[in-house]
């Protein structure tokens, strides 16, 4: 258990519909990350939020949001769903620079 | 903006060997981090190791070892005496820090890495 919990770990949903990853960090940290990891575009960086704001953005699409609680857990908001969004989903926490530990990952499919 | 390009998708090495995983990167910055991140079979991610690019002194990390050439923009890591274990796939990334505690991240493609017995 690396301490970032990831739920839920597989989802399987429907193209135009909306869901929602969650995570929670390792205790302390206050920076969590998300990322994508498909077929076709491999790893990419989605959003970064540090103590509840938002510090970084990657290659986010306008149809993904994501927040991050005074709990420090953090929501991926997924919308309007299509084929090419399958991918695995990863959580990171850090509480310092290069100290990142990820979670095991939510793994969409869209059918 | 940043690009990280792995040129090698799959390598194979023989147990106990010694095998080098080549990453080249594009910036303009002065001021970033990078690192190679490991993943198996399994799908975790791990990090391997981090290198801060106004440190001229090489990471190592017990077996593993980075070889950083700033000026040309190269990122090798070096993995002595591999074990099967380390058969993973491997991503380089770069990152650049920015104001108010952000950091924002690019990834190269990755290498497969299989270590043979």
């Known amino acids: 258990d690396s301490g970032v919990t990831q739920t839920p770990k597989h989802l399987i949903t429907a193209t135009g519909q909306r869901v929602t990853l969650r995570c929670s960090p390792r205790?302390?940290?206050?920076?969590v990350y998300w990322y994508q990891q498909s077929l076709d575009q491999g790893l990419q960086f989605l959003i970064q939020?540090?103590?509840?704001?938002?510090?970084a953005k990657g290659n986010i699409l306008e149809r993904f949001s994501a927040q991050q609680f005074p709990d420090l857990h953090s929501e991926l908001n997924l919308s309007s769903l299509e084929l090419g969004d399958s991918a695995l989903y990863f959580c990171?926490?850090?509480?310092?620079?290069?100290?990142?530990?990820f979670g095991s990952g939510t793994r969409l499919t869209v059918v | 903006a940043q690009t990280v390009t792995q040129s090698q998708p799959e390598m194979s090495v023989q147990e106990a060997e010694t095998v080098t995983l080549s990453c080249t990167y594009d910036?303009?910055?002065?001021?970033?981090?990078l690192f190679w991140y490991k993943q198996p079979p399994s799908r975790q991610m791990i990090l391997v190791i981090r290198?801060?690019?106004?440190?001229?002194q090489n990471a190592t990390e017990n077996r593993f070892s980075v070889n950083f050439q700033k000026a040309a923009k190269s990122f090798s890591l070096k993995i002595s005496d591999s074990q099967l274990g380390d058969t993973a796939m491997y991503f380089c990334a770069f990152m650049k820090p920015i104001p108010n505690y952000g950091q924002n991240f690019v990834f190269g493609p990755g290498t497969r890495l299989s270590v043979l017995p």
């Open positions: 990171a926490s850090s509480v310092w620079v290069g100290q990142y530990t």
């Open positions: 939020y540090y103590n509840g704001e938002e510090r």
């Open positions: 205790s302390g940290d206050l920076s």
């Open positions: 290198q801060e690019a106004y440190k001229q």
């Open positions: 910036t303009s910055e002065n001021n970033y981090y």
